[in-house]
């Protein structure tokens, strides 16, 4: 049997089996082994419905075909659309002639077929074209399961109808039969290409030709991100969304779009890395947006995602607008928003944590990628709008912090939260609460001021009301009235531009009713910073003016000279007694003129603290300053006295210190400015080196204040004079030293060094007590450590005097040796006169050469008197001079009585021969054989027990010593016998000393 296969759009004509049917104007266009497809160029063809079987048998049964005779024809099909343009309007299968609307039914069916693996053959039935049909479809993907039920509901119209439908109703719109069938014949192309049935079919109008599907089978978050990155580049470059969205060759209408983007960011934040699901979703009507700019959290656009796609899974469609905090946010919004976050979590690893909102007119829109708001964010943002508001007179709609911009009632939120976070020390950051703008609220405050316990409360109360209620209130109440919204906003924005400039919540803040009068609303106290910074303006406007300011602003608030000085007075005596309370101010006239009878000269500290007390005083009393001032310089102006203390807290500022001194010039204009930053020459500090060295080797203590050129400085300040000179002889430096600020340290007496200090090593010390007054604000070292081991603050002042008085010719000293303290005891050995001019004689010579030595007395048993004393510093040397040898006291030394006293001093012996016996040859060695004996001593009844037995000068029997300087020498105390040379017996002290 021969089957011939013909396709004629001049129509299907009946036969007698076995007539030959043929027609002069067929055209062939692809002849294949199964599938012929004609076109006849005739335009006047009726309509055919019925199938051809010229090529079998009469009788045969209904022919039908294969999934792959289906499949090949379909790709024929395929490929002769995309070639011409237009469908064929019969195609031969199996060498059977179908026309396309009973082609269409064996395309769906074989498509379901397939997609349930039957492998039967279809059989042919007869299905009359459709009608005409107005197509409506927009762009976009079917999944499988969308055009495998639009198969199914194609061969059920077919079925119900007889006839192939016209259109198809379908979630992208109506898809007329043509495109039906075009869309199918590419389904079993996929299948045939790629083993399969395709995961998504691309739809597009009828003249869209040729259409490219894509083989993914799977839409990932990565591919939504991608393509959301894409959507905002265009959005922001055309100002407009792209009708249709291409997706790794899948296209989707904005709806679609949206519905993935809200997928995806959750998966995203739920750390799901599964595919997505392509639910294809109608676009929706228009809404209306009433969006108000603002910034929405983490936790608020997930959870808007969230509305959206239950809003999507229960209507189908995508939702005109979104309600949120900040309003309804319109469907076009919505995709850019998220196709915002998208972009941010590609660009920087994680979804934002804030996201802007704006109208849709706001194009582009730039989101910040802050991952916190911090208290300083805050605060700075305080400043701006406090600014903002007292130049403008208004608050600003809205509020931009660090690029994330909330709404007025939002910032009071945050504005009250960090005010409380700052009082309780907590960095953390701050959470955003998005809050509703209040309603309006009637204000009955009345003006005054809030304390700092007061505001504090009134911020946890704002907390607690919009933690309650979402929004901010109207009004709050306080101690003072209600206090109106605008007004808490403004008053929290001066609290923590209060805090920015001094480092510290304010103690009160000013209250004043909501009106254009009352602002800018300026707080009538003031801290000590804020009246030192002045200070500082005024000094600085004196001096380059040659003239006061008459009048003088200060955080805002403008006052005349006479309130200044009562301000800069008051601050002054509050630096002084450490009080860091707010100063008010007070009311007070421009005071008169008097008669200045000023000398230039210093005012110490103590005379200005006194000074400041008077003067503020005075103008409590009396509503204005004194004209003139009474010092121990003189009569002193007002205009003087206002420079000094405005130059007394600009030194305070640099040294966080009040001077000690401040130098005063009569008023004129030739004396301004007037340098409180004092400098000497090196020759002056030596000249003062060596003053202080002959004071206390003359005085035995060391001066409270010292004068360098006629400038008393204290001993803190002194010390880093003595060693900045010293590093700069040592570096040839002569240029001049500027006085610096000292605290004066305690000194440790109990703290002893000995040894040498060659040069090298003391100039290494003066930079390190010069670093340690820098590091620990200027207070001085109470001790340093060094090469000879700890020196103590009084002895560091001491030996750089030392070396300051050695140095000549152009050269400090090689080194300069420290001794331990000294202190000198004496038997009664000749008279009064003698022993004690002795002793002076012998700690003059000592302090001269550097030690710190003591006269501690003279008499029997001073000797055990000075170790018994506790202000004799343990590791001090004590020196007993002896007029003779007592066998008693030497061997008592070992004693432990003694050695209890003597704790960890040094005794060092001096016998002065005549009139004491040498004890190193003792005249007794003729009555006792050669042996170096020391007997008792005459008057020795305290001792009731001595180791040895000898004989005395008269050869009688007595217990005693024998070779008494060996026996100190064992026991560890040095020891030295002299005729009473002074200078010799100092050499051995000061050798002693110093090991």
Not at 293 to 318: D, F
Request: proline share 4%; net charge neutral.
């Amino acid at each position: 049997m021969c089957f011939m296969a013909l396709v004629s759009l001049n129509g299907i004509y009946a036969a007698e089996d076995g007539q030959n049917l043929t027609s002069n104007i067929n055209t062939t266009i692809i002849d294949t082994t199964n599938t012929t497809i004609t076109q006849s160029t005739s335009d006047n063809n009726p309509e055919h419905n019925d199938y051809q079987t010229n090529n079998y048998a009469a009788g045969e049964g209904t022919p039908s075909f294969t999934n792959q005779q289906i499949t090949q024809a379909a790709i024929d099909v395929e490929k002769f659309l995309e070639g011409n343009k237009y469908l064929p309007e019969y195609i031969t299968i199996n060498g059977i002639k179908v026309n396309q609307a009973t082609f269409l039914q064996l395309l769906t069916q074989t498509t379901l077929k397939i997609n349930n693996t039957n492998t039967t053959t279809t059989p042919l039935i007869n299905v009359n074209q459709p009608g005409t049909g107005t197509e409506t479809t927009t762009p976009g993907t079917l999944t499988k399961n969308e055009y495998l039920q639009l198969a199914q509901n194609i061969l059920t119209y077919i079925n119900t109808n007889k006839k192939a439908p016209a259109t198809m109703n379908t979630v992208l719109g109506n898809i007329k039969f043509e495109s039906l069938l075009y869309m199918y014949s590419r389904a079993l192309n996929m299948h045939k290409t790629y083993g399969a049935l395709p995961t998504f079919l691309a739809i597009r109008p009828w003249n869209n030709i040729p259409i490219t599907d894509t083989n993914k089978k799977t839409i990932t978050t990565q591919d939504i991100t991608n393509t959301a990155t894409e959507v905002k580049n265009f959005l922001e470059y055309h100002k407009k969304l792209p009708e249709y969205i291409t997706i790794n060759g899948i296209v989707v209408n904005q709806a679609t779009f949206l519905q993935l983007l809200t997928q995806t960011t959750l998966k995203i934040n739920n750390n799901d890395n599964t595919p997505l699901n392509l639910t294809n979703t109608k676009t929706p009507t228009t809404g209306i947006e009433t969006t108000t700019p603002g910034t929405l959290t983490k936790n608020e656009y997930l959870q808007l995602a969230q509305n959206i796609l239950t809003y999507i899974n229960t209507n189908k469609k995508a939702p005109a607008t979104m309600n949120t905090v900040l309003g309804n946010i319109k469907f076009q919004s919505l995709l850019y928003l998220y196709s915002r976050a998208l972009n941010m979590e590609k660009t920087y690893g994680a979804l934002p944590t804030f996201l802007a909102v704006r109208p849709w007119n706001n194009i582009p829109i730039t989101d910040t990628n802050k991952k916190t708001i911090t208290t300083q964010d805050i605060t700075n943002t305080a400043t701006e709008v406090k600014n903002f508001l007292e130049y403008h007179k208004y608050l600003p709609e809205y509020i931009t912090i660090n690029g994330i911009v909330v709404n007025q009632a939002t910032f009071l939120q945050l504005l009250t939260q960090t005010t409380l976070k700052i009082n309780n020390n907590d960095n953390t950051p701050l959470n955003l609460t998005n809050t509703k703008t209040p309603t309006t609220g009637t204000e009955t405050t009345t003006p005054g001021t809030l304390t700092k316990n007061e505001y504090l409360q009134l911020a946890q109360n704002i907390q607690t009301f919009i933690e309650n209620n979402g929004q901010a209130p109207g009004t709050i109440t306080s101690s003072l009235g209600n206090i109106k919204f605008q007004s808490a906003l403004y008053m929290y924005c001066r609290v923590l531009n209060n805090y920015r400039d001094n480092g510290v919540l304010p103690l009160l803040v000013t209250v004043r009713p909501w009106s254009t009068s009352n602002i800018p609303i300026r707080d009538e106290f003031f801290t000590i910073q804020q009246i030192t910074k002045t200070a500082i303006e005024v000094k600085t406007f004196l001096e380059g003016n040659k003239y006061l300011p008459e009048y003088i602003t200060i955080n805002g608030v403008v006052m005349n000279q006479s309130q200044f000085i009562y301000l800069i007075t008051t601050a002054t005596i509050h630096i002084n007694t450490g009080d860091t309370s707010l100063i008010s101010l007070i009311n007070a006239n421009k005071p008169g003129t008097g008669s200045e009878t000023i000398a230039g000269g210093i005012i110490l500290q103590n005379e200005y603290i006194t000074l400041a007390k008077n003067i503020k005083n005075y103008i409590e009393n009396n509503k204005k300053a004194p004209s003139l001032v009474s010092t121990s310089l003189g009569q002193m102006s007002y205009q003087a006295t206002l420079y000094m203390y405005c130059r007394i807290l600009n030194q305070y500022n640099s040294f966080k210190d009040l001077p000690s001194m401040v130098n005063v010039k009569p008023w004129k204009m030739s004396n301004i400015p007037i340098y409180d930053t004092i400098s000497f020459t090196i020759s002056q500090i030596t000249q003062s080196a060596v003053d202080v060295k002959n004071f206390v080797v003359g005085n035995a203590y060391y001066p409270e204040l010292i004068t360098v050129n006629g400038v008393l400085v204290n001993q803190a300040q002194f010390l880093q004079l003595l060693t900045t000179a010293t590093i700069k002889l040592n570096n040839k430096d002569n240029t001049v030293i500027y006085l610096q600020n000292g605290i004066v340290p305690s000194s440790d007496r109990n703290v002893i060094a000995a040894g040498t200090l060659v040069l090298s090593k003391y100039v290494e010390l003066a930079g390190n007590i010069n670093t340690y007054f820098i590091n620990h604000e200027q207070e001085g070292p109470s001790k340093m450590s060094s090469s000879v081991g700890e020196i103590n603050f009084l002895m560091l002042l001491y030996t750089y005097c030392r070396v300051l008085s050695s140095y000549q010719n152009n050269t400090l000293p090689v080194s300069v040796v420290l001794y331990k303290p000294v202190y000198i005891t004496s038997d009664n050995i000749y008279d009064s006169a003698t022993d004690q001019n002795r002793m002076k004689t012998l700690v003059s010579i000592l302090r001269n050469a550097g030690a710190d030595a003591y006269g501690y007395g003279i008499g029997p048993d001073t000797q055990n008197a000075v170790l018994r004393n506790s202000s004799v510093q343990q590791g001090a040397l004590v020196v007993d001079i002896y007029g003779g040898a007592c066998a008693g006291t030497i061997y008592a030394m070992i004693g432990s009585y003694y050695q209890g006293i003597k704790g960890a001093r040094e005794v060092y012996s001096i016998w002065i021969s005549p009139p004491a016996w040498n004890i190193t040859d003792l005249p007794t060695k003729a009555t006792n054989c050669g042996v170096n004996f020391l007997p008792r001593a005459r008057d020795d009844t305290f001792s009731k027990y001595l180791p040895d037995w000898g004989y005395n000068l008269k050869g009688e029997a007595t217990d005693g010593l024998k070779n008494p300087d060996l026996f100190l020498n064992s026991h560890g105390f040095n020891f030295l016998v002299t005729i009473g040379d002074l200078q010799y017996m100092a050499a051995k002290i000061l050798f002693e000393a110093k090991s």
